[in-house]
């Protein structure tokens, strides 16, 4: 589209300028123009490019981290209990599921309320 209106300038000039020396001197100007023009949309189009390049890399850098740091990872939490039978204290896996254990010291079951956390406040 740019060559097609750059060609149709030329003619029109060639037609209306008498003067051959003047029509070359106008086509110069309009090519220096036209290149000046041309010059300044490549570096911007460059600096565009690098700058889209750069936010692309450090988003898939920001997305790689992100999914690293909210990997889920099972978490093991533990209850410190003592035996109602022979107050040995141990440690007890927390499972909202699991309502017994066994001491390891008596081999006595216990039973295990985990309770509402809220209660506990």
């Given at each position: ?41 490549t570096r911007l ?5 690098f700058k889209i ?69």
């Amino acid at each position: 589209m740019i060559s097609k209106k750059y060609n149709d300038i030329l003619n029109k000039l060639e037609k209306n300028i008498e003067s051959k020396k003047d029509f070359n001197l106008a086509k110069s100007a309009l090519s220096d123009l036209a290149i000046c023009y041309i010059d300044e949309i490549t570096r911007l189009t460059d600096n565009y490019n690098f700058k889209i390049s750069s936010f692309e890399s450090r988003l898939s850098d920001l997305e790689k981290k992100f999914l690293e740091d909210t990997e889920i990872t099972e978490a093991t939490l533990t209850e410190k209990i003592a035996c109602p039978y022979c107050n040995y204290e141990f440690e007890v896996e927390y499972d909202y599921e699991n309502h017994e254990t066994i001491c390891p010291k008596c081999n006595n079951l216990i039973e295990l309320d985990w309770g509402e956390f809220e209660d506990d406040m």
